[in-house]
C-alpha cells in the first residue's frame, strides 16, 4: 500500500558496520555514525549487530555465511545499516542481505566513503537491488509512523531533537 511504513519497532533490527584502520576513512566520523546507529537501536529497543568488535573467524567486511546466519538469528525483515564504507562493507551486507529476501535501509548520512564523488553510484547500487536509502532522520520518522505506543514513541522522538 502506498505510503505504510517499512520499518516497525516490531520488525527492524540494526547493523552497525566497521572498516578496517585507514587513512581512507576519518574514524572520529564513524564513530560518531555508529553512536547514532546505537541511538536508534537503544531508543527503539531493536536487536543491534555490532561488527566492530567481531572475532578473527569472522570477517565484518564480507557477507559470509557467518554473518548471514547471525542476522538471521535476529528474526527480523528489516534491516538499517550504518557504519563502515559505501564502496566496502555496506554495500556488500546490504546485497547479500537482499539477496536472502530482507529489506535493507541504507542510513545515508550515517555512512562513510573514501570516494565522495561516486556515492550516488553506490547507492544507486544498493536501490537498484530494492535497498533503501534514507537519512537518519526519515529512519526515525519511518519507525515512530508504525509505533502508537506513546512509551514507545518518546525515546525515539527525543532522538529527532
Same mark, same amino acid.
Given at each position: 500500500?502506498?505510503?505504510?511504513?517499512? +520499518?516497525?519497532?516490531?520488525?527492524?533490527?540494526?547493523?552497525?558496520?566497521?572498516?578496517?584502520?585507514?587513512?581512507? =576513512?576519518?574514524? #572520529?566520523?564513524?564513530?560518531?555514525?555508529?553512536?547514532?546507529?546505537?541511538?536508534?537501536?537503544?531508543?527503539?529497543?531493536?536487536?543491534?549487530?555490532?561488527?566492530?568488535?567481531?572475532?578473527?573467524?569472522?570477517?565484518?567486511?564480507?557477507?559470509?555465511?557467518?554473518? +548471514?546466519?547471525?542476522?538471521?538469528?535476529?528474526?527480523?525483515?528489516? +534491516?538499517?545499516?550504518?557504519?563502515?564504507?559505501?564502496?566496502?562493507?555496506?554495500?556488500? =551486507?546490504?546485497?547479500?542481505?537482499?539477496?536472502?529476501?530482507?529489506?535493507?535501509?541504507? #542510513?545515508?548520512?550515517?555512512?562513510?566513503?573514501?570516494?565522495?564523488?561516486?556515492?550516488?553510484?553506490?547507492?544507486?547500487?544498493?536501490?537498484?537491488?530494492?535497498?533503501?536509502? +534514507?537519512?537518519?532522520?526519515?529512519?526515525?520518522?519511518?519507525?515512530?509512523?508504525?509505533?502508537?505506543?506513546?512509551?514507545?514513541?518518546?525515546?525515539?522522538?527525543?532522538?529527532?531533537?
Amino acid at each position: 500500500m502506498a505510503g505504510e511504513a517499512l +520499518l516497525y519497532l516490531s520488525n527492524t533490527s540494526v547493523i552497525l558496520v566497521d572498516e578496517p584502520q585507514t587513512d581512507r =576513512i576519518d574514524q #572520529a566520523m564513524l564513530e560518531n555514525q555508529i553512536r547514532h546507529g546505537l541511538a536508534i537501536a537503544k531508543a527503539g529497543m531493536l536487536p543491534a549487530l555490532d561488527l566492530r568488535n567481531t572475532d578473527s573467524q569472522m570477517s565484518p567486511f564480507l557477507a559470509d555465511e557467518a554473518l +548471514l546466519a547471525r542476522i538471521t538469528e535476529m528474526s527480523r525483515s528489516a +534491516l538499517v545499516i550504518c557504519g563502515g564504507l559505501l564502496e566496502g562493507a555496506v554495500t556488500q =551486507i546490504s546485497l547479500a542481505a537482499l539477496m536472502n529476501g530482507l529489506d535493507v535501509f541504507v #542510513a545515508v548520512d550515517l555512512v562513510s566513503t573514501a570516494e565522495p564523488d561516486k556515492a550516488s553510484l553506490f547507492l544507486s547500487r544498493i536501490s537498484s537491488c530494492g535497498g533503501h536509502t +534514507l537519512s537518519y532522520r526519515q529512519i526515525l520518522l519511518e519507525l515512530l509512523s508504525g509505533e502508537r505506543d506513546q512509551s514507545r514513541r518518546t525515546p525515539l522522538e527525543a532522538l529527532l531533537k
